[in-house]
């Protein structure tokens, strides 16, 4: 099994760190950037709902507590946004009720306090193993969509009609994988920025308009009327036909 390595990557793991106690969450933070983690901590799970989608992090370590907003509250908002960023939940020891809570609610792994700093480092490797993949790209990625005339042809990353291939650009080819993996499921700008964009970008949501355009041109019988991909008012944008997967 490939393992998961923090020294010298070319773009280091990057890990929110949500813990209210300032000393917990200051010797914590210390500890996982001198494994050559990058970090960035909060004080409760709100922050991390009003940033998670500009910045995007590889895994979220998430304490089930909170005085505004509680880290199970959180990761349900998450997941019933379709949003699969990992998350790491730390629960209090006695609260074993917490923990099954959160592994039910889509948490990929649940940590009782007091921990040892080492145990919750290897418990980041193995989240991190086992969902290292691209961001927007589709769990099958030997898949033909159909999406009118056209077929997206997910390992080519190309959009073909009849004899006719358009291979798509970074972005293009992100959003619309990221579109078409949640179909039905309403998705920020944010958020499709976040899939689609380095973490170092500075990006506007006008890159995420302007990319749509580009992919309703290709895809939409009339780009003025969309019917594959709809406009969400004042969130985003949704991936709405019926998807029949050709068998390759």
Not at 20 to 49: F, H, K, Q, W
Not at 75 to 96: F, H, T, Y
């Amino acid at each position: 099994m490939k393992d998961i390595k923090f020294t010298g990557d070319a773009r280091p793991y990057h890990l929110f760190v949500v813990e209210s106690d300032v000393a917990l969450r200051d010797m914590l933070c210390g500890y996982l950037e001198r494994e050559n983690l990058i970090v960035t901590p909060m004080v409760d799970a709100a922050e991390m709902l009003r940033r998670v989608h500009r910045v995007r992090p590889d895994l979220i370590v998430l304490d089930v507590g909170g005085a505004i907003m509680s880290g199970l509250a959180a990761c349900r908002k998450l997941r019933a946004e379709g949003d699969r960023v990992p998350i790491i939940l730390l629960a209090g020891n006695s609260e074993e009720i917490e923990r099954v809570v959160g592994l039910e609610m889509g948490a990929d792994d649940c940590l009782s306090k007091p921990y040892g700093h080492r145990e919750l480092l290897a418990r980041v490797r193995a989240v991190l193993r086992r969902t290292a993949i691209t961001p927007g790209t589709p769990l099958d990625s030997s898949a033909f969509i159909r999406i009118g005339e056209y077929v997206f042809d997910v390992a080519a990353r190309s959009l073909s009609r009849g004899n006719k291939v358009r291979v798509l650009n970074t972005i293009e080819y992100t959003m619309l994988a990221e579109l078409t993996t949640n179909a039905g499921i309403p998705l920020s700008r944010e958020r499709l920025v976040a899939v689609s964009h380095l973490r170092e970008d500075a990006v506007s949501l006008r890159a995420v308009d302007a990319a749509m355009v580009r992919l309703r041109r290709l895809l939409e019988p009339d780009p003025t009327v969309p019917v594959f991909i709809q406009t969400v008012r004042g969130h985003g944008y949704v991936f709405v036909p019926a998807i029949t997967k050709i068998p390759a």
